[in-house]
T-cell receptor, first 115, second 116 residues
Framework: NAGVTQTPKFQVLKTGQSMTLQCAQD?????MSWYRQDPGMGLRLIHY???????DQGEVPNGYNVSRSTTEDFPLRLLSAAPSQTSVYFC??????????????FGPGTRLTVL | AQSVTQLDSQVPVFEEAPVELRCNYS??????LFWYVQYPNQGLQLLLK??????LVESINGFEAEFNKSQTSFHLRKPSVHISDTAEYFC??????????????FGKGTLLTVNP
């Protein structure tokens, strides 16, 4: 059981380049989300999904796209990277069982630098 | 909507001293409350959580937090810290109903530095 995996661990981009951050989970979780972590800002929700084919915006969605074609995968796309997107990105997942608490599990993070 | 305020961005302490990391929240609905820990260059780990019942919750490594509904607080405490407790600590909140209990709102974090 690998849990939540993220690739790559590190990435350096030039302004205007595009790339996809990968996130996968093997726990059959319905809920998946992307956060960005910036110094002094905590974690802020970018996008989330409650199931395959369903996505929604979080607090800071601008500049990012997501899709959810399978339960396991939730890639985050940067279409035209900007220096303001330099950050550490975390993916998280949880089940959505009704009537109780569903723990969120976090991936190890991707450290992205945009020059 | 929910929000979390962590009152201290940095807390330096000496080894074996007590520590308190403060967290206040606001919410229009009943909540679940969490403390996460992030060790240097690692991801987030759940440290402890309040869901219901006893307002005092404990972790396996000696931390405890108390839910105070009247003061809307969930402060984290440890009576004697170790060097290995050096990390960033995040307080988080979610609603506790079926439609909202998966969306976490985080505070900005408190960097705890334990010095020898």
């Amino acid at each position: 059981n690998a849990g939540v995996t993220q690739t790559p661990k590190f990435q350096v981009l030039k302004t205007g380049q595009s790339m996809t951050l990968q996130c996968a989970q093997d726990m059959n979780h319905e809920y998946m989300s992307w956060y960005r972590q910036d110094p002094g800002m905590g974690l802020r929700l970018i996008h989330y999904s409650v199931g395959a084919g369903i996505t929604d915006q979080g607090e800071v969605p601008n500049g990012y796209n997501v899709s959810r074609s399978t339960t396991e995968d939730f890639p985050l796309r940067l279409l035209s990277a900007a220096p303001s997107q330099t950050s550490v990105y975390f993916c998280a997942s949880s089940s959505l069982k009704r009537g109780g608490y569903n723990e969120q599990f976090f991936g190890p993070g991707t450290r992205l630098t945009v020059l | 909507a929910q929000s979390v305020t962590q009152l201290d961005s940095q807390v330096p302490v000496f080894e074996e001293a007590p520590v308190e990391l403060r967290c206040n929240y606001s919410s229009s609905v009943s909540v679940y409350l969490f403390w996460y820990v992030q060790y240097p260059n690692q991801g987030l780990q759940l440290l402890l959580k309040y869901l219901s019942g006893s307002t005092l919750v404990e972790s396996i490594n000696g931390f405890e937090a108390e839910f105070n509904k009247s003061q809307t607080s969930f402060h984290l405490r440890k009576p004697s810290v170790h060097i290995s407790d050096t990390a960033e600590y995040f307080c988080a909140v979610s609603g506790n109903s079926g439609g909202s209990n998966y969306k976490l709102t985080f505070g900005k974090g408190t960097l705890l530095t334990v010095n020898p």
